[in-house]
Protein backbone atom coordinates (compact mmCIF):
# COMPACT_ATOMS: atom_id res chain seq x y z
CA UNK A 1 0.00 0.00 0.00
CA UNK A 2 2.96 2.43 0.96
CA UNK A 3 3.98 1.99 -2.96
CA UNK A 4 0.93 2.96 -4.24
CA UNK A 5 0.77 6.01 -1.90
CA UNK A 6 4.52 6.84 -3.44
CA UNK A 7 3.19 6.38 -6.91
CA UNK A 8 0.09 8.70 -6.49
CA UNK A 9 2.57 11.44 -4.79
CA UNK A 10 4.91 11.43 -7.72
CA UNK A 11 1.65 11.37 -10.24
CA UNK A 12 0.49 14.47 -8.22
CA UNK A 13 3.94 16.19 -8.56
CA UNK A 14 4.96 15.51 -12.32
CA UNK A 15 1.37 16.87 -12.96
CA UNK A 16 2.66 20.33 -12.64
CA UNK A 17 5.32 19.83 -14.69
CA UNK A 18 4.03 17.05 -17.56
CA UNK A 19 0.70 15.31 -17.90
CA UNK A 20 2.16 13.31 -20.22
CA UNK A 21 4.48 11.22 -17.70
CA UNK A 22 1.79 10.38 -15.06
CA UNK A 23 -0.31 8.60 -17.81
CA UNK A 24 3.37 6.93 -19.16
CA UNK A 25 4.10 5.88 -15.11
CA UNK A 26 0.34 4.32 -14.96
CA UNK A 27 0.33 2.54 -17.86
CA UNK A 28 3.94 1.34 -17.29
CA UNK A 29 3.01 -0.03 -13.88
CA UNK A 30 -0.16 -1.08 -15.40
CA UNK A 31 1.58 -3.34 -17.31
CA UNK A 32 4.15 -4.66 -15.03
CA UNK A 33 1.23 -5.54 -12.69
CA UNK A 34 -1.05 -7.59 -15.27
CA UNK A 35 2.11 -9.04 -16.64
CA UNK A 36 3.39 -10.33 -13.09
CA UNK A 37 -0.11 -11.66 -12.43
CA UNK A 38 -0.44 -13.24 -15.89
CA UNK A 39 2.88 -15.01 -15.12
CA UNK A 40 1.81 -16.24 -11.29
CA UNK A 41 -1.31 -17.80 -13.26
CA UNK A 42 0.88 -19.44 -16.17
CA UNK A 43 3.23 -21.10 -13.70
CA UNK A 44 0.79 -23.43 -11.89
CA UNK A 45 -1.01 -24.56 -15.14
CA UNK A 46 1.00 -27.87 -16.36
CA UNK A 47 0.48 -28.90 -12.66
CA UNK A 48 -3.20 -27.69 -12.20
CA UNK A 49 -3.99 -29.15 -14.97
CA UNK A 50 -2.19 -32.81 -15.29
CA UNK A 51 -2.12 -32.72 -11.56
CA UNK A 52 1.70 -33.85 -11.33
CA UNK A 53 4.64 -31.79 -11.21
CA UNK A 54 5.15 -29.73 -13.90
CA UNK A 55 8.77 -31.12 -14.53
CA UNK A 56 7.49 -34.48 -14.77
CA UNK A 57 5.76 -34.87 -18.44
CA UNK A 58 9.26 -36.16 -20.27
CA UNK A 59 11.57 -36.91 -17.71
CA UNK A 60 12.76 -40.01 -16.63
CA UNK A 61 14.16 -41.66 -13.50
CA UNK A 62 17.57 -43.42 -12.83
CA UNK A 63 17.15 -46.02 -10.16
CA UNK A 64 20.69 -46.13 -7.61
CA UNK A 65 21.65 -49.22 -5.58
CA UNK A 66 23.74 -47.28 -3.31
CA UNK A 67 25.19 -50.62 -1.25
CA UNK A 68 26.52 -52.07 -4.58
CA UNK A 69 26.97 -48.66 -6.74
CA UNK A 70 30.91 -47.68 -5.61
CA UNK A 71 33.33 -50.33 -3.58
CA UNK A 72 32.50 -47.70 -0.24
CA UNK A 73 28.83 -48.03 -1.15
CA UNK A 74 28.43 -43.98 0.35
CA UNK A 75 26.27 -40.99 -0.67
CA UNK A 76 29.69 -39.11 -1.42
CA UNK A 77 31.17 -42.22 -3.33
CA UNK A 78 28.13 -41.85 -5.40
CA UNK A 79 28.14 -38.12 -5.72
CA UNK A 80 31.20 -38.77 -8.41
CA UNK A 81 29.06 -40.27 -10.94
CA UNK A 82 27.04 -36.88 -11.08
CA UNK A 83 29.07 -35.07 -14.15
CA UNK A 84 28.87 -38.54 -16.16
CA UNK A 85 24.83 -39.04 -15.39
CA UNK A 86 23.91 -35.40 -16.28
CA UNK A 87 25.76 -35.77 -19.20
CA UNK A 88 23.80 -38.83 -20.19
CA UNK A 89 20.84 -36.85 -19.82
CA UNK A 90 19.75 -38.69 -16.26
CA UNK A 91 16.74 -36.14 -14.59
CA UNK A 92 15.21 -38.08 -11.14
CA UNK A 93 17.53 -39.95 -8.97
CA UNK A 94 15.42 -42.86 -7.59
CA UNK A 95 17.30 -44.13 -4.56
CA UNK A 96 16.52 -47.79 -2.95
CA UNK A 97 15.89 -47.30 1.17
CA UNK A 98 18.59 -45.11 2.63
CA UNK A 99 17.08 -45.99 6.40
CA UNK A 100 19.06 -47.89 8.83
CA UNK A 101 18.27 -51.53 8.32
CA UNK A 102 16.95 -53.91 11.17
CA UNK A 103 19.56 -56.58 12.97
CA UNK A 104 16.89 -58.69 14.24
CA UNK A 105 15.66 -61.77 11.63
CA UNK A 106 18.18 -59.80 9.28
CA UNK A 107 18.11 -62.20 5.73
CA UNK A 108 21.84 -63.99 5.42
CA UNK A 109 23.53 -63.41 8.57
CA UNK A 110 23.42 -60.55 11.04
CA UNK A 111 26.76 -59.70 9.48
CA UNK A 112 25.81 -59.78 6.30
CA UNK A 113 24.28 -56.51 5.76
CA UNK A 114 20.21 -57.48 4.90
CA UNK A 115 17.61 -56.37 2.91
CA UNK A 116 17.33 -51.95 2.21
CA UNK A 117 13.74 -52.89 2.46
CA UNK A 118 14.03 -53.72 6.44
CA UNK A 119 13.67 -50.55 8.30
CA UNK A 120 15.22 -49.95 11.69
CA UNK A 121 14.24 -45.89 11.67
CA UNK A 122 12.39 -43.84 9.90
CA UNK A 123 13.71 -40.79 10.60
CA UNK A 124 17.37 -41.64 10.65
CA UNK A 125 20.59 -41.85 7.25
CA UNK A 126 21.98 -45.63 7.22
CA UNK A 127 25.13 -44.99 8.72
CA UNK A 128 26.47 -47.34 5.96
CA UNK A 129 26.02 -45.18 3.38
CA UNK A 130 27.38 -41.76 5.40
CA UNK A 131 25.56 -39.06 7.87
CA UNK A 132 22.76 -37.09 7.15
CA UNK A 133 24.71 -34.14 6.95
CA UNK A 134 26.31 -36.11 4.02
CA UNK A 135 22.75 -36.85 2.10
CA UNK A 136 21.71 -33.03 2.75
CA UNK A 137 24.84 -31.95 1.11
CA UNK A 138 24.43 -34.28 -1.32
CA UNK A 139 20.55 -32.94 -2.52
CA UNK A 140 21.23 -29.84 -2.49
CA UNK A 141 24.22 -30.32 -5.13
CA UNK A 142 22.03 -32.45 -7.16
CA UNK A 143 19.37 -29.61 -7.30
CA UNK A 144 22.08 -27.38 -8.23
CA UNK A 145 23.33 -29.56 -10.79
CA UNK A 146 19.21 -29.76 -12.16
CA UNK A 147 18.30 -33.13 -10.76
CA UNK A 148 15.42 -34.19 -9.03
CA UNK A 149 15.95 -36.82 -6.08
CA UNK A 150 13.17 -39.37 -4.58
CA UNK A 151 13.96 -42.02 -2.09
CA UNK A 152 12.39 -45.49 -1.80
CA UNK A 153 9.67 -45.90 1.12
CA UNK A 154 8.50 -48.60 2.87
CA UNK A 155 5.01 -47.92 4.62
CA UNK A 156 3.66 -51.88 4.84
CA UNK A 157 6.46 -53.31 7.33
CA UNK A 158 9.19 -52.45 9.18
CA UNK A 159 12.18 -54.30 10.70
CA UNK A 160 11.38 -56.16 14.09
CA UNK A 161 13.91 -53.80 15.93
CA UNK A 162 12.16 -50.99 14.85
CA UNK A 163 11.42 -48.76 17.89
CA UNK A 164 7.69 -48.75 17.28
CA UNK A 165 7.69 -52.59 18.12
CA UNK A 166 8.82 -51.68 21.69
CA UNK A 167 6.99 -48.06 22.26
CA UNK A 168 4.18 -48.20 19.91
CA UNK A 169 3.33 -52.14 19.74
CA UNK A 170 -0.66 -51.16 18.48
CA UNK A 171 1.24 -50.04 15.32
CA UNK A 172 1.64 -53.55 13.97
CA UNK A 173 -0.72 -56.09 12.73
CA UNK A 174 -1.40 -58.79 14.87
CA UNK A 175 -2.42 -62.72 13.60
CA UNK A 176 -5.66 -64.21 15.91
CA UNK A 177 -2.95 -65.36 18.31
CA UNK A 178 -1.77 -62.12 19.27
CA UNK A 179 1.86 -62.28 16.97
CA UNK A 180 3.04 -59.41 14.95
CA UNK A 181 2.86 -60.68 11.47
CA UNK A 182 5.88 -61.60 8.93
CA UNK A 183 4.12 -60.85 5.31
CA UNK A 184 4.81 -63.35 2.70
CA UNK A 185 7.86 -64.77 3.33
CA UNK A 186 9.54 -61.60 4.66
CA UNK A 187 10.69 -63.15 8.10
CA UNK A 188 12.97 -60.02 8.20
CA UNK A 189 10.05 -57.69 8.94
CA UNK A 190 6.50 -56.96 11.04
CA UNK A 191 3.51 -55.63 8.96
CA UNK A 192 2.04 -52.51 9.83
CA UNK A 193 -1.44 -51.98 11.41
CA UNK A 194 -3.33 -49.38 9.13
CA UNK A 195 -6.70 -49.02 11.82
CA UNK A 196 -4.78 -47.22 14.14
CA UNK A 197 -4.88 -43.60 13.08
CA UNK A 198 -1.62 -42.85 15.34
CA UNK A 199 0.68 -44.77 13.01
CA UNK A 200 -1.29 -43.35 10.35
CA UNK A 201 -0.15 -39.63 11.45
CA UNK A 202 3.48 -41.14 12.53
CA UNK A 203 4.07 -42.41 8.98
CA UNK A 204 2.87 -39.51 7.35
CA UNK A 205 5.26 -37.64 10.03
CA UNK A 206 7.91 -39.36 9.17
CA UNK A 207 7.97 -38.62 5.00
CA UNK A 208 7.30 -34.98 5.42
CA UNK A 209 10.44 -35.37 7.72
CA UNK A 210 12.41 -35.99 4.98
CA UNK A 211 10.87 -33.29 2.58
CA UNK A 212 11.26 -30.82 4.94
CA UNK A 213 14.99 -31.62 6.62
CA UNK A 214 16.14 -33.37 3.55
CA UNK A 215 14.51 -31.68 0.28
CA UNK A 216 13.73 -34.34 -1.32
CA UNK A 217 11.34 -34.11 -4.39
CA UNK A 218 8.69 -36.90 -3.91
CA UNK A 219 9.12 -40.87 -2.85
CA UNK A 220 8.99 -44.40 -4.54
CA UNK A 221 6.61 -46.15 -2.30
CA UNK A 222 7.54 -49.91 -1.91
CA UNK A 223 4.41 -52.48 -2.18
CA UNK A 224 1.89 -49.68 -2.72
CA UNK A 225 -0.82 -51.67 -2.87
CA UNK A 226 -0.37 -53.44 0.06
CA UNK A 227 -0.67 -50.36 1.90
CA UNK A 228 -4.56 -49.07 2.46
CA UNK A 229 -5.72 -46.37 -0.72
CA UNK A 230 -7.35 -44.25 1.52
CA UNK A 231 -3.92 -43.75 3.87
CA UNK A 232 -1.88 -42.77 0.35
CA UNK A 233 -5.21 -40.24 -0.46
CA UNK A 234 -4.51 -38.52 2.83
CA UNK A 235 -0.99 -38.73 2.83
CA UNK A 236 -0.29 -37.37 -0.28
CA UNK A 237 -2.33 -34.50 -0.25
CA UNK A 238 -0.60 -33.53 3.12
CA UNK A 239 2.76 -33.65 1.58
CA UNK A 240 1.80 -31.61 -1.26
CA UNK A 241 0.99 -28.64 1.04
CA UNK A 242 4.58 -29.03 1.75
CA UNK A 243 6.25 -29.45 -1.73
CA UNK A 244 4.70 -30.51 -4.90
CA UNK A 245 6.43 -33.94 -5.14
CA UNK A 246 6.63 -36.54 -7.48
CA UNK A 247 5.25 -40.30 -6.15
CA UNK A 248 6.23 -43.09 -7.83
CA UNK A 249 3.74 -46.67 -6.72
CA UNK A 250 5.52 -49.80 -6.68
CA UNK A 251 1.66 -51.15 -7.99
CA UNK A 252 -0.56 -51.51 -11.15
CA UNK A 253 -3.61 -51.02 -9.76
CA UNK A 254 -5.52 -48.25 -11.72
CA UNK A 255 -6.69 -46.76 -8.40
CA UNK A 256 -3.18 -45.83 -6.96
CA UNK A 257 -3.82 -43.05 -9.28
CA UNK A 258 -6.83 -42.15 -7.81
CA UNK A 259 -4.81 -42.03 -4.03
CA UNK A 260 -2.56 -39.61 -5.93
CA UNK A 261 0.31 -41.42 -7.14
CA UNK A 262 1.88 -40.07 -10.48
CA UNK A 263 3.30 -42.71 -12.05
CA UNK A 264 2.29 -46.76 -11.50
CA UNK A 265 5.12 -49.99 -12.56
CA UNK A 266 3.98 -51.25 -15.67
CA UNK A 267 5.00 -54.44 -14.26
CA UNK A 268 2.63 -56.84 -16.76
CA UNK A 269 4.11 -54.64 -19.95
CA UNK A 270 7.51 -55.58 -18.95
CA UNK A 271 6.12 -59.32 -18.52
CA UNK A 272 4.89 -59.00 -21.93
CA UNK A 273 7.87 -58.01 -23.82
CA UNK A 274 10.00 -61.07 -22.31
CA UNK A 275 7.03 -63.87 -23.43
CA UNK A 276 7.02 -62.10 -27.10
CA UNK A 277 10.96 -62.72 -27.12
CA UNK A 278 10.74 -65.68 -25.85
CA UNK A 279 7.65 -66.71 -28.64
CA UNK A 280 5.42 -67.64 -25.77
CA UNK A 281 2.92 -64.43 -27.04
CA UNK A 282 2.37 -62.96 -30.51
CA UNK A 283 2.22 -59.23 -31.44
CA UNK A 284 -1.25 -59.41 -31.98
CA UNK A 285 -2.07 -60.13 -28.39
CA UNK A 286 0.93 -57.70 -27.26
CA UNK A 287 -0.55 -55.05 -28.81
CA UNK A 288 -4.16 -56.32 -27.68
CA UNK A 289 -2.37 -56.23 -24.19
CA UNK A 290 -1.44 -52.46 -24.61
CA UNK A 291 -4.40 -51.39 -25.77
CA UNK A 292 -6.46 -52.71 -22.55
CA UNK A 293 -4.11 -50.65 -19.99
CA UNK A 294 -4.41 -47.99 -21.77
CA UNK A 295 -8.39 -48.13 -21.91
CA UNK A 296 -8.14 -48.91 -17.99
CA UNK A 297 -6.03 -46.42 -16.41
CA UNK A 298 -6.39 -42.65 -16.72
CA UNK A 299 -5.73 -40.78 -19.52
CA UNK A 300 -3.38 -38.45 -17.23
CA UNK A 301 -1.40 -41.36 -15.63
CA UNK A 302 1.95 -42.15 -15.73
CA UNK A 303 3.31 -45.96 -16.23
CA UNK A 304 6.82 -47.03 -15.22
CA UNK A 305 8.22 -48.27 -18.38
CA UNK A 306 11.78 -50.45 -17.73
CA UNK A 307 13.61 -53.34 -19.18
CA UNK A 308 15.27 -54.04 -15.52
CA UNK A 309 14.94 -52.46 -12.33
CA UNK A 310 16.70 -53.88 -8.54
CA UNK A 311 13.93 -56.82 -8.24
CA UNK A 312 14.17 -57.94 -11.60
CA UNK A 313 17.96 -57.61 -11.72
CA UNK A 314 18.66 -59.69 -8.58
CA UNK A 315 15.88 -62.38 -9.37
CA UNK A 316 14.49 -62.83 -12.48
CA UNK A 317 17.68 -62.23 -14.29
CA UNK A 318 19.48 -59.12 -16.60
CA UNK A 319 18.03 -57.85 -19.81
CA UNK A 320 20.17 -59.82 -21.71
CA UNK A 321 19.06 -63.09 -20.35
CA UNK A 322 15.73 -62.02 -20.47
CA UNK A 323 15.76 -60.27 -24.00
CA UNK A 324 19.03 -61.20 -25.58
CA UNK A 325 18.84 -59.78 -29.21
CA UNK A 326 16.19 -57.35 -28.41
CA UNK A 327 17.26 -55.90 -25.19
CA UNK A 328 18.35 -52.35 -27.36
CA UNK A 329 14.66 -52.47 -28.96
CA UNK A 330 12.87 -53.29 -25.73
CA UNK A 331 14.84 -50.21 -24.44
CA UNK A 332 13.66 -48.19 -27.18
CA UNK A 333 10.18 -49.30 -26.54
CA UNK A 334 9.88 -48.61 -22.89
CA UNK A 335 11.73 -44.89 -23.65
CA UNK A 336 8.58 -43.99 -26.31
CA UNK A 337 5.69 -45.84 -25.11
CA UNK A 338 2.93 -43.84 -24.36
CA UNK A 339 2.48 -42.58 -20.95
CA UNK A 340 6.00 -44.01 -20.06
CA UNK A 341 8.53 -42.34 -17.37
CA UNK A 342 11.42 -44.28 -18.35
CA UNK A 343 13.75 -46.33 -15.62
CA UNK A 344 16.90 -46.86 -16.37
CA UNK A 345 19.06 -48.91 -13.37
CA UNK A 346 22.57 -48.33 -12.33
CA UNK A 347 24.74 -50.52 -14.36
CA UNK A 348 22.97 -50.67 -17.45
CA UNK A 349 24.63 -48.19 -19.50
CA UNK A 350 27.88 -50.20 -18.87
CA UNK A 351 26.21 -52.96 -20.12
CA UNK A 352 25.82 -54.67 -16.60
CA UNK A 353 25.37 -58.76 -16.90
CA UNK A 354 25.92 -59.70 -12.99
CA UNK A 355 22.60 -60.28 -11.34
CA UNK A 356 23.50 -58.21 -8.02
CA UNK A 357 23.37 -60.63 -4.96
CA UNK A 358 20.34 -58.49 -2.75
CA UNK A 359 21.08 -59.03 0.81
CA UNK A 360 25.08 -58.69 0.84
CA UNK A 361 27.42 -56.56 -0.47
CA UNK A 362 27.80 -57.32 -4.07
CA UNK A 363 29.65 -54.44 -6.26
CA UNK A 364 28.20 -53.38 -9.43
CA UNK A 365 31.42 -54.70 -12.00
CA UNK A 366 31.82 -51.57 -13.62
CA UNK A 367 33.45 -52.00 -16.78
CA UNK A 368 34.42 -48.38 -17.25
CA UNK A 369 33.54 -48.02 -21.28
CA UNK A 370 29.48 -47.20 -20.70
CA UNK A 371 28.76 -48.40 -24.26
CA UNK A 372 24.84 -47.96 -23.57
CA UNK A 373 25.99 -44.59 -22.68
CA UNK A 374 25.68 -42.91 -26.38
CA UNK A 375 22.48 -45.24 -26.81
CA UNK A 376 20.61 -43.80 -23.49
CA UNK A 377 21.97 -40.76 -24.14
CA UNK A 378 20.53 -40.09 -27.54
CA UNK A 379 16.80 -41.14 -26.18
CA UNK A 380 16.71 -39.16 -22.91
CA UNK A 381 17.42 -35.88 -24.96
CA UNK A 382 15.27 -36.49 -27.94
CA UNK A 383 12.77 -37.38 -24.81
CA UNK A 384 13.85 -33.90 -23.24
CA UNK A 385 13.53 -31.56 -26.32
CA UNK A 386 9.92 -33.24 -28.18
CA UNK A 387 7.02 -33.03 -26.90
CA UNK A 388 5.58 -35.77 -28.81
CA UNK A 389 7.66 -38.20 -26.27
CA UNK A 390 6.09 -36.72 -23.40
CA UNK A 391 3.83 -39.08 -21.11
CA UNK A 392 0.72 -37.61 -22.24
CA UNK A 393 1.42 -36.61 -25.88
CA UNK A 394 -0.86 -38.41 -28.37
CA UNK A 395 -0.41 -42.10 -29.09
CA UNK A 396 -1.49 -43.79 -32.34
CA UNK A 397 -0.87 -47.19 -33.57
CA UNK A 398 0.31 -47.00 -37.27
CA UNK A 399 -0.62 -50.39 -39.23
CA UNK A 400 2.41 -51.75 -41.80
CA UNK A 401 2.37 -54.53 -44.35
CA UNK A 402 3.84 -56.67 -41.95
CA UNK A 403 1.51 -56.58 -39.00
CA UNK A 404 2.84 -59.80 -37.82
CA UNK A 405 5.79 -58.89 -36.87
CA UNK A 406 6.32 -55.22 -37.16
CA UNK A 407 5.08 -52.45 -34.57
CA UNK A 408 4.76 -49.10 -35.27
CA UNK A 409 3.36 -45.99 -33.43
CA UNK A 410 2.99 -42.31 -33.78
CA UNK A 411 3.57 -39.59 -30.78
CA UNK A 412 2.42 -35.98 -31.43
CA UNK A 413 2.11 -32.88 -29.05
CA UNK A 414 1.92 -29.24 -29.46
CA UNK A 415 3.28 -29.55 -33.11
CA UNK A 416 6.05 -32.10 -32.34
CA UNK A 417 5.85 -35.69 -34.22
CA UNK A 418 7.81 -38.77 -33.70
CA UNK A 419 7.26 -42.28 -35.20
CA UNK A 420 9.11 -45.14 -33.52
CA UNK A 421 9.19 -48.57 -35.73
CA UNK A 422 10.45 -51.75 -34.05
CA UNK A 423 10.45 -55.20 -35.85
CA UNK A 424 9.45 -57.60 -33.19
CA UNK A 425 10.26 -61.01 -34.58
CA UNK A 426 13.53 -63.09 -35.30
CA UNK A 427 13.52 -62.18 -38.72
CA UNK A 428 14.36 -59.26 -41.07
CA UNK A 429 11.42 -57.71 -42.21
CA UNK A 430 10.70 -55.43 -45.49
CA UNK A 431 7.29 -53.66 -45.48
CA UNK A 432 5.47 -50.02 -45.85
CA UNK A 433 4.06 -48.25 -42.91
CA UNK A 434 -0.03 -48.09 -44.41
CA UNK A 435 -0.51 -44.56 -43.04
CA UNK A 436 -0.39 -41.41 -44.75
CA UNK A 437 0.43 -39.95 -41.46
CA UNK A 438 4.28 -41.63 -42.25
CA UNK A 439 4.85 -38.75 -45.20
CA UNK A 440 7.83 -36.53 -44.69
CA UNK A 441 11.71 -35.89 -44.21
CA UNK A 442 12.10 -36.56 -40.75
CA UNK A 443 15.53 -36.86 -39.08
CA UNK A 444 16.02 -40.84 -38.32
CA UNK A 445 17.38 -40.56 -34.64
CA UNK A 446 20.17 -43.45 -34.61
CA UNK A 447 21.72 -42.51 -38.20
CA UNK A 448 21.71 -39.00 -37.93
CA UNK A 449 20.67 -38.49 -40.99
CA UNK A 450 17.53 -37.29 -42.96
CA UNK A 451 14.80 -39.57 -44.68
CA UNK A 452 12.51 -39.06 -47.35
CA UNK A 453 9.46 -41.48 -46.55
CA UNK A 454 5.67 -41.60 -47.42
CA UNK A 455 2.84 -44.66 -46.94
CA UNK A 456 4.43 -46.00 -50.65
CA UNK A 457 8.17 -46.14 -48.75
CA UNK A 458 9.37 -49.54 -48.59
CA UNK A 459 11.19 -50.34 -44.94
CA UNK A 460 13.90 -52.61 -44.51
CA UNK A 461 14.39 -53.76 -40.41
CA UNK A 462 16.70 -56.57 -39.37
CA UNK A 463 15.90 -58.99 -36.74
CA UNK A 464 15.14 -57.13 -33.05
CA UNK A 465 16.09 -53.86 -35.16
CA UNK A 466 14.43 -50.14 -34.82
CA UNK A 467 14.07 -47.04 -36.24
CA UNK A 468 12.99 -43.93 -34.17
CA UNK A 469 12.09 -40.65 -36.78
CA UNK A 470 12.12 -37.07 -35.13
CA UNK A 471 9.71 -34.93 -37.30
CA UNK A 472 10.49 -31.87 -35.30
Given amino acids: MDG???????????????????????????ILILSCNEQKDKEPLAEADSGHPAWSAQSNIYEINLRQFTKEGTIMAFEKALPRLKDMGVEVLWFMPITPIGVEGRKMTEKDMGSYYAVKDY????PDYGT???????????????????TDWVANHSAPDNGWIKTHPQFYA?????????????????????????????????????????????????????????????????????????????????????????????????????????????????????NAGIARFPKNAYRLFFTSNHDENSWNGTEFEKYGDAYKTFAVFSQ??????????????????????????????????????????????????SAALAADASYKKLGSTADSSVFAYQREKD??????????????????IKD????????????????KVDAAHQFSIEQWGYIVYDYK
Fill in 174 to 290: KDSAGNFIAPFDWTDVRKLNYENQELRDSMMAAMKFWLTETDIDGFRCDVAEEVPADFWKTCISELKKVKHVFMLAEGEKPELHDAGFDATYAWTNMHMMKELYKGEKTLRQFDSFL
Fill in 336 to 385: TMYQSVPLIYNGQEDMNKKRLKFFVKDTIPWAGEMDMAPFYKTLLNLRKS
Fill in 436 to 451: ASIAGEPLNLFLGTKE
Fill in 132 to 150: MDDWKAFVMHAHEMGFKVI
Fill in 4 to 30: NKNINFQKISCMKKNNLLPFLSTLLLS
Fill in 415 to 432: GHKVVVILNLSKQPQKFN
Fill in 123 to 126: KAFN
